[in-house]
């Protein structure tokens, strides 16, 4: 197996991101941000992150949790909160997706998932009116590009610090910023229903993949050039589809093209056009 | 001292006018971040700046590329443009602050048939005294310039009131090429300006982007026996990040400056020309430089096809 390194250095990445953090926030005019924690390792690095760049005060923290959610999510997350002492919000959202759920007796566990993300979605924003924050992402690398998240859902957000760097990276910088050990040894989990795990979900391991994804992906090696690196064929063909089939995912739906100047095609500025 | 060796100093220190000839420049470096698309906003920042600049007694002010405007621009790109000349709205101001000290602008220049160009102005006394066009536009990775402006077509060394120098914009010194032209053509001061994103965080102490702009700066102080200085903007653009640094390297490949990363700062430091002469006594490569087998091995390789 080829050698491979995904260290970063900690101190540099921290200044990055809470240097974009509190630019993305501040030239709109807003000091403030707003997070769901999960109670996972993603939601609590973007919290410490926001915290860093903006002060406590300007960060709010809210936990959305459902009924089957486990206690140990909602522990994890006033954990942290205790720590960063910012203020925050426990909104239950098992009174809001219920009704949705008993629609169907032979809904499933997907579906249920991706309902109960998008509420999460729903809460946030609504709540990012009242406090005047921006909602900051939680999406890695890893799942951004394994197509690991519920469209519209999770992956909705103002602004993602995280979403370069593989969750192998993320569990390096959380390191540095002190998140709870609890947090960061604890297995990944969408906490969708009992026991999920995201690697069980996934079929191999973060650690496995992210080094895939590093030769695929930052180092440009074809997929055979991966194999001949070391790793398993068949897993290399699972993880080259995944990140195809996913692209859908990474972008804003196309556009019928039929005018001469088409948003998104020949009608090109970015988000920070002016600010 | 007596007449005749002042008479001596004289010629041995003035220019071709027959003034006399500064050999120290008080260089400032601004790495300034920018308001994308807005002007009349990013003017006033230079404005501001020029002034600190001027109350330490800088002689000359380099701004980083696109100053005027910020980097990716996209469709606004002819609406920033502006012409370099006493007329304009923006440079009007900048012409008249040039008289205090020199200055170097990045902006986007639009010609008389409507071409627009990624540019660096270097203006003294009020007036322009040349206008470089970025000749490497590069357009892959998270580059798009191709797709927005035109290519430069010239490299050229500039006389100023220190001397010559040369202006190379970014991408143009990625390229080992523009920097050789200028020091053929006389460019003793290479101001290389950017809008450099960081790319390559890894477990070194700075972005891969970052290390390899020092590196080749510093590598061509060092081969060409030449002053190299780089300012390069901070500041953020949809996530893409500016990492600043602002450096100056001496004819020996010396750091000279270094200033901080990630954060707005001018950064002074004095050129003492002096040292061109120094370092050339003792490493001639200039003197050295077979520029007829480099000029008949170009034409057979080019030929070739």
Redesign the interface.
């Known amino acids: 197996m080829v050698d491979l390194?995904l260290?970063?250095?900690t101190e540099?990445?921290r200044?990055?991101l809470t240097?974009?953090i509190k630019?993305?926030v501040t030239r709109v005019g807003m000091s403030r941000a707003i997070i769901g924690l999960s109670g996972g390792l993603d939601s609590a690095l973007s919290y410490a992150l926001a915290v860093e760049a903006l002060g406590a005060e300007n960060v709010l923290a809210v936990r959305m949790p459902y009924k089957a959610s486990s206690k140990d999510s909602l522990n994890h997350a006033q954990l942290i909160i205790d720590q960063l002492g910012s203020p925050s919000k426990t909104i239950e959202i098992t009174d809001m997706v219920e009704p949705l759920f008993n629609l169907d007796p032979k809904i499933s566990n997907m579906r249920k998932g991706n309902i109960m993300a998008r509420e999460r979605m729903i809460v946030l924003y609504d709540q990012s009116e009242v406090f005047k924050g921006l909602v900051i992402g939680t999406s890695n690398k890893t799942e951004i590009l394994l197509g690991y998240s519920t469209m519209y859902g999770d992956s909705a957000s103002a602004?993602n610090p995280l979403g370069?760097l593989y969750k192998t990276q993320i569990r390096q910088l959380s390191r540095a910023m002190n998140i709870p050990a609890p947090i960061i040894d604890k297995a990944p989990s969408a906490d969708l229903w009992a026991d999920q795990t995201d690697e069980k979900e996934l079929g191999f391991t973060y650690e496995e993949v992210d080094k895939l994804l590093y030769l695929l992906v930052d180092q440009r090696y074809s997929p055979q050039e991966a194999v001949e690196a070391g790793f398993d064929e068949k897993f290399v063909a699972t993880v080259t589809t995944r990140i195809r089939r996913n692209q859908f995912k990474r972008m804003q739906p196309p556009i019928a093209k039929v005018s001469n100047r088409t948003i998104g095609y020949?009608?090109?500025?970015?988000?920070?056009?002016?600010? | 001292m007596t007449q005749r060796l002042l008479l001596r100093w004289v010629i041995l220190f003035s220019d071709k006018r027959g003034k006399i000839r500064k050999m120290k420049i008080n260089l400032a470096l601004a790495q300034i971040n920018t308001k994308l698309g807005d002007v009349e906003a990013n003017l006033a920042k230079h404005l501001d700046y020029i002034e600190q600049a001027k109350s330490n007694k800088a002689d000359l002010l380099v701004f980083p590329e696109l100053s005027l405007t910020g980097y990716v621009l996209q469709d606004l790109v002819a609406s920033v443009a502006h012409k370099p000349t006493e007329e304009d709205p923006i440079f009007k101001h900048l012409l008249k602050a040039s008289h205090d000290l020199d200055l170097v602008i990045g902006f986007v220049d639009e010609d008389s048939r409507h071409r627009f160009y990624i540019a660096s102005a270097y203006l003294s006394g009020g007036k322009v005294v040349h206008v470089h066009h970025k000749v490497y536009l590069p357009t892959y990775g998270l580059f798009d310039e191709g797709r927005f402006f035109a290519w430069g077509d010239s490299v050229r060394a500039f006389d100023t009131r220190f001397g010559r120098m040369g202006m190379l914009i970014c991408e143009d010194f990625w390229h080992a090429s523009p920097p050789y032209l200028l020091w053929l053509d006389g460019a003793d001061i290479m101001l290389f300006t950017s809008a450099s994103p960081g790319r390559g965080l890894n477990d070194k102490e700075q972005l891969e982007s970052a290390r390899w702009v020092e590196r080749v700066a510093k590598a061509y102080a060092s081969m060409f026996t030449s002053f190299v200085v780089h300012a390069n903007r901070v500041g953020y653009e949809d996530g893409l990040y500016f990492w600043g640094g602002a450096t100056a390297f001496d004819p020996n490949g010396e750091d000279l400056a270094h200033g901080p990363y990630n954060e707005e700062a001018i950064t002074y430091t004095e050129l003492d020309l002096n040292q061109l002469r120094r370092t050339r006594a003792r490493l001639p490569l200039l003197r050295d430089e077979r520029t007829a087998l480099t000029r008949n091995e170009l034409d057979r390789i080019l030929s070739r096809g």
């Open positions: 390194n260290t970063i250095n540099l990445a200044e990055i240097g974009f630019s993305e602004m370069d020949d009608f090109l500025y970015l988000r920070d056009w002016g600010m």
